[in-house]
């Protein structure tokens, strides 16, 4: 016959699986819930970094047109400077070259003259070209208001309408940009030729009608 020892034994026998169990289901949610945690917490930092990367982009994105821009503007500035000075240097060759063929020289001290200038023309349009000038040559070209100005029309028969016949002023260029635009003489249609008969009988009928 059991006594009441045993069956003391056997209920807290019977009671221990039951508290193992309640723990275990505890531990168990309790890891979920960190687990839900842990993933939420990683799903906002990777949301976070997303957004800092697109941040981190953009501002590169925005330098880099920045320092684009600004070289751009930098480039463009040298560019019109270099143009402007070249622009102010063009009327010293003009007179340089207006003296190499106006001015004839009556003897060697003039002719020493002479070619000491003609010198110092020929190292300046050198130094021109070294820096990419260049000087047009639109004879027989058609006229184009881009590089040309034209300056007077001559009817003619001898070239197609619109072809530059002479050039008054020289134009330049720098690389592909115009520094100063040729001024020439552009070739027009020539006039209608009028046989003696025609113009004797325009003559006629203005009399006339002058007449009557």
């Known amino acids: ?13 019977e009671v221990i699986p039951d508290e193992t169990a309640e723990t275990a289901a505890d531990t168990q949610e309790a890891l979920a819930k960190e687990i839900e945690a842990l993933k939420a917490e990683l799903e906002q930092r990777t949301r976070q970094g997303e957004s800092y990367k697109a941040q ?17 503007e930098k480039e463009e500035l040298e560019q019109k400077v270099k143009c402007n000075t070249i ?9 340089f070259e207006r003296a190499r063929t106006q001015i004839k020289p009556a003897d ?11 010198g110092v023309y020929k190292n300046l349009v050198d130094s021109l070209k070294r820096i990419g000038v260049s000087a047009m040559r639109p004879e027989g ?22 072809t530059v016949i002479e050039q008054l002023v020289r134009g330049y260029m720098l690389g592909d ?9 552009v070739a027009a249609a020539p006039e209608p030729v009028v ?11 203005e009399v006339e009608a002058s007449e009557s």
């Open 1 to 13: 016959m059991p006594t009441e020892g045993d069956v003391a034994a056997q209920a807290q026998q």
């Open 56 to 72: 981190y982009l953009r501002i590169a994105a925005d330098f880099d047109n920045f320092r684009k821009r600004t070289q751009k």
């Open 87 to 95: 622009t102010e240097l063009l009327p010293v060759v003009d007179n």
């Open 108 to 118: 060697e001290g003039e002719m020493g003259i002479h070619k000491s200038y003609q």
């Open 141 to 162: 070209q058609e006229f184009d208001p881009n590089l040309h100005e034209a300056m007077l029309r001559q009817p003619t028969d001898e070239y197609p309408e619109g």
């Open 177 to 185: 940009r115009v520094l100063r635009h040729a001024m020439v003489k």
């Open 195 to 205: 046989s003696s008969e025609e113009a004797a009988f325009d003559e006629e009928s």
